[in-house]
Structures are given as structure tokens and as C-alpha cells.
């Protein structure tokens, strides 16, 4: 495995490859579901710190490591584990209103995962660009969803300005502010890890 991204360098350096592996892609699944769980007090709703989390990971697991925990974080939630945001988890949950978004989670990691293992950890820009490209992401696939999708099998539409009003408008400056933290981070645990 090779890649500038932060986790695949010290798998590299670990003798047990497999198990360091798997032990970050379970600690970067408990992460999100804690992350999740967590409400931030924020105007005019209240939002998780669960991109942050993911948007974080990406960038320090990079493309291969951050999908197997995306997907195994998914995973665990389709069969019935309480990781999401609510209580509710099984195969209803992906035909709810947040499916968009838990599609958007998936490229996200992919567009940040890519562009960490190409970089260095100190190339803040890139990785606050690759971040709030992710964002974009998941609003589309989450706003598609909501406003065209579920919402649209009941036979009404919430139309483009209804699933910007309730899906992207109220978590814009807190999801900026989450992808600069998570950006801003990497670098910070660089250096860290080299002392």
C-alpha cells in the first residue's frame, strides 16, 4: 500500500499489515458513529460532527483505506447497527430521506482519499478544495434525493428550492467550517506523529 495519505505510511511501517488495517478501518467506523451521535448546538438546526469525522478520515486514510471504513460503516448500519444519526438503522434506513446523503458520504471519501494519497499532508489548500468538493457532493446526491426521490414517490415533489431550503441551506457554514477543521488537521497530526 503507498500513498502519502497518513494511515497507509504506517501500515506500511507495521509487521501485522492486515490487522493494523482493520483495526483503523474499526476505529475510523466507531469514530463516525460517535461523530454522528453528537449534536453541535448550531443556527437554525442543530448538525452532527459526522463530516467532519468522515471528511477527516478521508484525508488521512486516503482512497483505499478511507472506502473500506465508509463502506464497512454503511455496512454496519444496513444490518442493523444503531451508527446513524438516530436511533433507526436497517435496510428502511437506505430508502429514507438521508439516503442521498449516505450515497454523498461514499464519493466524498473517494474525491478526498484521492487527492490525500497524491499530495503532501502539509498541502492545506488542496485538501480544504478536496474537502468542500466532497461537501458539494454529498448536497447534490443528498438534495437529489430528498427533493426528487423520497419525497417524489409520494407523488409530490419538494422541487429544487424546497431541498435547498431543508437539505443544504441550513448546514452550509457549519459544513465549511467542519471541512477546514478536518483539513486543518492532517497537517497538525503530521507533525505530531514526527516527534
Same mark, same amino acid.
Do not use: H
Given at each position: 500500500?503507498?500513498?502519502? @495519505?497518513? %494511515?497507509?505510511?504506517?501500515?506500511?511501517?507495521?509487521?501485522?499489515?492486515?490487522?493494523?488495517? /482493520?483495526?483503523?478501518? %474499526?476505529?475510523? /467506523?466507531?469514530?463516525?458513529?460517535?461523530? *454522528?451521535?453528537?449534536?453541535?448546538?448550531?443556527?437554525?438546526?442543530?448538525?452532527?460532527?459526522?463530516?467532519?469525522?468522515?471528511?477527516?478520515?478521508? %484525508? @488521512?486514510?486516503?482512497?483505499?483505506? #478511507?472506502? *473500506?471504513?465508509?463502506?464497512?460503516?454503511?455496512?454496519?448500519?444496513?444490518?442493523?447497527?444503531?451508527?446513524? %444519526?438516530?436511533?433507526?438503522?436497517?435496510?428502511?434506513?437506505?430508502?429514507?430521506?438521508?439516503?442521498?446523503?449516505?450515497?454523498?458520504? /461514499?464519493?466524498?471519501?473517494?474525491?478526498?482519499?484521492? /487527492?490525500?494519497?497524491?499530495?503532501?499532508?502539509?498541502?492545506?489548500?488542496?485538501?480544504? #478544495?478536496?474537502?468542500?468538493?466532497?461537501?458539494?457532493?454529498?448536497? *447534490?446526491?443528498?438534495?437529489?434525493?430528498?427533493?426528487?426521490?423520497?419525497?417524489?414517490?409520494?407523488?409530490?415533489?419538494?422541487?429544487?428550492?424546497? @431541498?435547498?431550503?431543508?437539505?443544504?441551506?441550513?448546514?452550509?457554514?457549519?459544513?465549511?467550517?467542519? @471541512?477546514?477543521?478536518?483539513?486543518?488537521?492532517?497537517?497538525?497530526?503530521?507533525?505530531?506523529?514526527?516527534?
Amino acid at each position: 500500500m503507498s500513498a502519502n @495519505a497518513l %494511515a497507509p505510511s504506517l501500515i506500511n511501517k507495521s509487521s501485522l499489515k492486515a490487522l493494523t488495517m /482493520v483495526v483503523m478501518v %474499526a476505529f475510523g /467506523v466507531a469514530l463516525i458513529t460517535l461523530s *454522528a451521535k453528537i449534536q453541535v448546538p448550531f443556527w437554525p438546526v442543530p448538525v452532527t460532527l459526522q463530516t467532519l469525522a468522515i471528511m477527516g478520515l478521508a %484525508a @488521512a486514510y486516503g482512497l483505499r483505506l #478511507g472506502l *473500506a471504513t465508509i463502506t464497512s460503516y454503511l455496512a454496519a448500519g444496513y444490518m442493523g447497527a444503531p451508527v446513524f %444519526a438516530g436511533a433507526i438503522a436497517g435496510p428502511a434506513y437506505f430508502a429514507g430521506p438521508t439516503a442521498g446523503y449516505l450515497a454523498g458520504f /461514499v464519493i466524498a471519501v473517494a474525491i478526498v482519499g484521492y /487527492v490525500a494519497d497524491r499530495i503532501s499532508s502539509k498541502n492545506i489548500f488542496a485538501l480544504v #478544495g478536496a474537502t468542500l468538493v466532497g461537501t458539494l457532493v454529498i448536497y *447534490a446526491l443528498g438534495a437529489y434525493w430528498l427533493g426528487f426521490v423520497y419525497v417524489g414517490s409520494s407523488g409530490n415533489l419538494l422541487s429544487f428550492e424546497g @431541498a435547498w431550503k431543508y437539505g443544504v441551506q441550513p448546514f452550509i457554514l457549519a459544513d465549511i467550517v467542519k @471541512a477546514v477543521i478536518a483539513s486543518l488537521s492532517i497537517p497538525a497530526i503530521s507533525g505530531l506523529m514526527k516527534k
